[in-house]
């Protein structure tokens, strides 16, 4: 969601009253309640003119939904029961629903990383892994900043090789974490695993941990770990970028967050965000780099991080294109 589009529901929502407000947060996950909140504790002199505005544009996109394709999960299980019998359709449909509920686990996504990670660090690596690819790749990469390296080398690897999960397994999971956990809500379903999984979790960890975990990846499969490598976005890609895609992320990056990720970039990369700004714009942000004095690698780091969670929310929405190896393709 854009920060335009963040505030105009920000706007919608404190318009709604209490209760109405209250319904929609319950269909809502904890990334977008918490992003919600914060607009809508930040909004101040709102005019009646926007308010309107949000309105409209609201009603106009209310107007163009249907109903078809709600509860489909359990038109589709009726379909096929209907067609198949019981035991042809059982198997088909598993596969079809990825398995069913995951209430349970979706619990985890509510909870701080520390306090997932003591709950989970004592389970098998395997189950460990299974539980973090339910999980937001940046909330899984902090949890898992918080095991030992062994236990964290371990799950990465795991996870890199997970293409799946019984249904009969995850249900047993699911219920176990249930019995620990309150609440939750509807899972995304997505694919499970693989080296994609370990690159997006790996985009969010420190220099040192990464580069131990592919090291230890690289020691029981070499190709594995060029692939994951290969798979993962890092703030050099942005060379990859072509100029409007770079453009675009220039008006939603602030000027001292830049200067700061830019300290790190190499000189090549610089003169590319250069060229796509104003000519005195450029000039103002070079001479902002030769007077920021020395900066720690975590903080170039973490600034990074930042400016690549923008990349991946402009790659998501279609605004952005990333010219991979080999083929184009959305990062």
Do not use: C
Not at 6 to 18: D, F, P, Q, R, V
Request: proline share 2%; glycine share 8%.
């Amino acid at each position: 969601m854009s920060d335009d589009g963040l505030n105009k529901s920000a706007i919608l929502l404190l318009s709604l009253g209490e209760n109405e407000a209250a319904e929609v947060f319950k269909y809502l996950g904890p990334k977008e309640v918490q992003k919600l909140g914060t607009a809508m504790a930040s909004l101040t002199n709102i005019s009646r003119e926007k308010i309107d505005s949000v309105f409209s544009e609201f009603y106009d996109a209310a107007g163009e939904k249907t109903t078809l394709g709600m509860g489909s999960d359990e038109y589709i299980r009726n379909v096929l029961k209907k067609a198949l019998g019981d035991d042809k359709a059982a198997s088909l449909i598993d596969r079809i629903l990825q398995g069913g509920d995951t209430s349970g686990i979706e619990g985890l996504k509510w909870m701080d990383a520390s306090t997932v990670a003591e709950l989970i660090h004592n389970e098998h690596p395997q189950i460990i892994a299974t539980i973090l690819v339910h999980l937001e790749a940046d909330q899984a990469s902090e949890i898992l900043s918080h095991f030992t390296d062994r236990l964290r080398n371990d799950t990465l690897l795991r996870i890199a090789t997970l293409d799946g999960i019984q249904p009969a397994a995850l249900k047993e999971l699911n219920d176990v974490m249930s019995k620990l956990l309150a609440g939750g809500a509807n899972i995304k379903k997505s694919t499970l695993g693989g080296v994609k999984v370990v690159a997006d979790i790996m985009n969010y960890m420190g220099g040192g941990q990464e580069t131990a975990a592919i090291e230890n990846i690289r020691d029981n499969d070499p190709e594995m770990a060029q692939q994951i490598l290969d798979a993962m976005f890092v703030f050099e890609n942005l060379m990859d970028v072509d100029d409007r895609g770079i453009q675009l992320l220039l008006r939603e990056v602030q000027s001292e967050s830049l200067i700061v990720a830019l300290k790190g970039a190499s000189e090549d990369l610089r003169e590319k965000i250069f060229k796509n700004m104003s000519q005195r714009a450029a000039d103002m942000m070079r001479e902002d780099l030769e007077s920021k004095g020395p900066v720690r690698i975590s903080e170039v780091e973490a600034e990074q991080r930042e400016i690549l969670k923008v990349v991946r929310r402009l790659a998501d929405e279609g605004q952005l294109i990333l010219g991979g190896k080999g083929e184009e393709g959305f990062v």
